[in-house]
T-cell receptor, first 116, second 112 residues
Framework: GENVEQHPSTLSVQEGDSAVIKCTYS??????FPWYKQELGKGPQLIID?????GEKKDQRIAVTLNKTAKHFSLHITETQPEDSAVYFC???????????????FGQGTILTVHP | DTGVSQDPRHKITKRGQNVTFRCDPI?????LYWYRQTLGQGPEFLTY????????KSRLLSDRFSAERPKGSFSTLEIQRTEQGDSAMYLC??????????FGPGTRLTVT
């Protein structure tokens, strides 16, 4: 099955700096890569996603890049703000066959702290 | 609020008791998922429904766990004879036609 590795596990930045979180995946058939933000006591919130036919996607201060050859994708947050502090999860999914269809595999998470 | 809702938000139970959780997906989504998340980890897939059909179950879903989705709308997850190892956040998600998953707020289960 799919395996997703996420780094770093913790990331501390000053307000206004950029933050980058990286993930690698193992299943070359994976074709959908979402990123989630999870605040304490809440469920994961979808913040951006990218599909395998696109190399980069941007939404205001958030961008995601995908390198299918190397099987890695990254989340970039620019001009960080204290309210960006949360746990961020990457995930991967594909339509590689009956048993893996529809299953989202998550990375281990990154605790992002933005200091004012 | 038209997002995924879950009930209850918190449940404390004694070991050996049965518990049931409910999930109401976004109304137009026909795919529904259950995930489990333990502290410091990412969510792990448990099971998946398309309409009322349960199409896949993880090996994490022991015989004590059962999930249903009657009429293809809300879903329930029941855990029988709870164990301390069942303590976790149980997350429900529904999926739209563009293949994006939307998660509910979760039910935090504590087994004492």
């Amino acid at each position: 099955g799919e395996n997703v590795e996420q780094h770093p596990s913790t990331l501390s930045v000053q307000e206004g700096d950029s933050a980058v979180i990286k993930c690698t995946y193992s299943d070359s058939a994976s074709n959908y890569f979402p990123w989630y933000k999870q605040e304490l006591g809440k469920g994961p919130q979808l913040i951006i996603d990218i599909r395998s036919n696109v190399g980069e996607k941007k939404d205001q201060r958030i961008a995601v890049t995908l390198n299918k050859t190397a099987k890695h994708f990254s989340l970039h947050i620019t001009e960080t703000q204290p309210e960006d502090s949360a746990v961020y999860f990457c995930a991967a999914s594909g339509n590689a066959g009956g048993t893996s269809y529809g299953k989202l595999t998550f990375g281990q998470g990154t605790i992002l702290t933005v200091h004012p | 609020d038209t997002g995924v809702s879950q009930d209850p938000r918190h449940k404390i139970t004694k070991r050996g008791q049965n518990v049931t959780f409910r999930c109401d997906p976004i109304s137009e989504h026909n795919r529904l998922y259950w995930y489990r998340q333990t502290l410091g980890q990412g969510p792990e897939f448990l099971t998946y429904f398309q309409n009322e059909a349960q199409l896949e179950k993880s090996r994490l879903l022991s015989d004590r766990f059962s999930a249903e989705r009657p009429k293809g709308s809300f879903s329930t997850l029941e855990i029988q004879r709870t164990e301390q190892g069942d303590s976790a956040m149980y997350l429900c998600a529904s999926q739209d036609l563009f293949y994006a998953w939307y998660f509910g707020p979760g039910t935090r289960l504590t087994v004492t």
